[in-house]
């Protein structure tokens, strides 16, 4: 599977953004996905997280605490793409988001097979 995230961008605080992630492959609907991000001097974390399709109605979506509330994971297997809405953005999003693949939702990096080469998001005050 190989991704391509994009959507990212300069935006002043409490604006919003949508990142998206395309993904290669045929097998799209069998993995799990999830974005983590990067701000300048950390570690890569956790941001959220969506199940594989099931075939039921909704997802199993998870978020970081730090987004909970103003992010929204989704995704379009028709289109192969996920997506991460980003509402009432803060300084402190500001990071490289990068969108990830596995074989099931987890908020650890080496539950992911697959990565994307990420979106720059700043947020300015």
């Known amino acids: 599977v190989q991704l391509q995230a994009s959507g990212g961008g300069l935006v002043q605080a409490g604006r919003s953004l949508r990142l998206s992630c395309a993904a290669s492959g045929r097998t799209f609907n069998s993995y799990a996905m999830g974005w983590f991000r990067q701000a300048p001097g950390k570690e890569r974390e956790f941001v959220s997280s969506?199940?594989?399709?099931?075939?039921?109605?909704?997802?199993?979506?998870n978020y970081a605490e730090s987004v909970k509330g103003r992010f929204t994971i989704s995704r379009d297997n028709a289109k192969r793409t996920v997506y991460l809405q980003m509402n009432s953005l803060k300084p402190e999003d500001t990071a490289i988001y990068y969108c990830s693949a596995g074989p099931w939702t987890a908020s650890t990096e080496r539950d992911y097979n697959y990565w994307g080469q990420g979106t720059q998001v700043t947020v300015s005050s």
């Open positions: 969506i199940n594989w399709w099931s075939g039921a109605t909704t997802y199993s979506v």
